[in-house]
C-alpha cells in the first residue's frame, strides 16, 4: 500500500488477555517505530527497529510487551496479560534510512481498550 | 538527542500567519531539527526539518537562528485545518553515522486557528 497500514484498526479485551498489534511499513523503509498515546496525552516511544541492528527496546514499559519485526518488513507488537492501563492508541511509523530528508511516515493507530 | 522547549499552546487567527517558537539550546552539532504535527485523532504528520540554513516547502518554512538554539515554525496564512498539536524534535539525521535516530516527542504546542 501507499502508507503505513496497521491493524486491527480498534480492539478491545478483556483484562488478562494477549493483544497482538500488527504494522505494515512503507515498502522499501528499512526503520519502523512503536509509539503509544494514552488519551489526551503525548506520544510515548516503545521500540525502534532498524535493519538488522539490534532493537532499542529503551521504551517498553514493562517486560509484558515485545514486538518483533520478521523480515525486516511486518512487526507485531505483544502484549501479554493486559491491564487497563495498557489502554491507548498504538501508532506505528517507518521511514527510510540513507536519506537526509528521513521524514517517518505513522499509521492512523490501533485504539486499544482494556476492560 | 536535545531537549526542547515549547509553548503548551497558542492561537492565531484565520488566513494570519502562524509562528511558532522551539527552543533546543543543547543542540549538537550533527543534529537536525524536525517539525511534525499531529491532528486530532490521527497520527503525526511531518513537515519540515533542517540543519542551519532555512528551509521552505509547501506547507511551512522553518527559520533556525545562527546559532541552532532556536527555531520557527511559520505557517504563512493559517487555516482553520491547521489547528494542531506541533511538536519540535531534534535528532541525529540517519545517514549521519550515528546510532541512536529515534523520534522522541515533547509535549508539543497546541495552536488553535480560530476563525
Known amino acids: 500500500g501507499a502508507g503505513v497500514s496497521q491493524s486491527p484498526s480498534n480492539k478491545v479485551t478483556e483484562k488478562g488477555k494477549d493483544v497482538e498489534l500488527r504494522c505494515d511499513p512503507i515498502?522499501?523503509?528499512?526503520?519502523l517505530y512503536w509509539y503509544r498515546q494514552s488519551l489526551g496525552q503525548g506520544l510515548e516511544f516503545l521500540i525502534y527497529?532498524?535493519?538488522?541492528?539490534?532493537?532499542?527496546k529503551s521504551g517498553l514499559p514493562s517486560d509484558r510487551f515485545s514486538a518483533e519485526r520478521t523480515g525486516g518488513s511486518v512487526s507485531t507488537l505483544t502484549i501479554q496479560r493486559t491491564q487497563q492501563e495498557d489502554s491507548a492508541v498504538y501508532l506505528c511509523a517507518s521511514s527510510r534510512k540513507g536519506w537526509v530528508r528521513t521524514e517517518a511516515f505513522f499509521g492512523q493507530g490501533t485504539r486499544l481498550t482494556v476492560v | 538527542d536535545a531537549k526542547t522547549t515549547q509553548p503548551t499552546s497558542m492561537d492565531c487567527a484565520e488566513g494570519r500567519a502562524a509562528n511558532l517558537p522551539c527552543n533546543h539550546s543543547t543542540i549538537s552539532g550533527n543534529e537536525y531539527v524536525y517539525w511534525y504535527r499531529q491532528i486530532h485523532s490521527q497520527g503525526p504528520q511531518y513537515i519540515i526539518h533542517?540543519?542551519?540554513n532555512n528551509e521552505t516547502n509547501e506547507m511551512a518554512s522553518l527559520i533556525i537562528t545562527e546559532d541552532r538554539k532556536s527555531s520557527t515554525l511559520i505557517l504563512p496564512h493559517a487555516t482553520l485545518r491547521d489547528t494542531a498539536v506541533y511538536y519540535c524534535?531534534?535528532?541525529?539525521?540517519?545517514?549521519?553515522?550515528?546510532?541512536?535516530?529515534?523520534?522522541?516527542f515533547g509535549k508539543g504546542t497546541l495552536l488553535t486557528v480560530n476563525p
Open positions: 515498502s522499501g523503509h528499512t526503520a
Open positions: 524534535i531534534v535528532r541525529v539525521a540517519e545517514n549521519s553515522g550515528g546510532s541512536n535516530y529515534k523520534l522522541t
Open positions: 527497529f532498524q535493519g538488522n541492528s539490534a532493537p532499542d
Open positions: 533542517g540543519l542551519k
